[in-house]
């Protein structure tokens, strides 16, 4: 996995809101900021995370909070619903993203996902 040099508050600095969407495939789509991750930081794993969690997991969850952390040459990824109830935890080794950890959101929007960085929410 790549290391983004940008740094995040720089990023959620520069996408506030979204104008655009991107179909990742037939159940998410990404907003301006997160695609920008997915190009240029080579995040394409976390979308297909994403995508594997919901054909497992999701019922009636219609906003999900995504807490990305970097551990000890390996990143940490929870799924936690609305109310930061854990629903899944995964471990990936020899990652490194940001030092610190990352939020992403995912809301339910008619049949598909909206995958976003928090301040496009």
């Not at 655009?20 to 997915?38: P, S």
Request: aromatic share 14%.
């Amino acid at each position: 996995m790549v290391a983004c040099d940008l740094s995040w508050g720089a990023l959620c600095a520069s996408f506030t809101g979204t104008e655009k969407y991107y179909r990742i495939n037939d159940h998410i789509l990404v907003t301006e900021g997160l695609y920008f991750l997915v190009k240029n930081c080579g995040m394409y794993w976390l979308v297909f995370i994403f995508s594997n969690f919901l054909t497992r997991s999701l019922g009636v969850e219609s906003f999900i909070l995504i807490e990305i952390v970097s551990k000890a040459r390996a990143v940490e990824v929870c799924f936690k619903n609305g109310d930061k109830k854990l629903l899944s935890k995964l471990v990936i080794g020899q990652a490194i993203i940001w030092s610190h950890g990352i939020e992403l959101y995912a809301c339910k929007w008619g049949k598909d996902w909206v995958m976003m960085i928090p301040s496009e929410y």
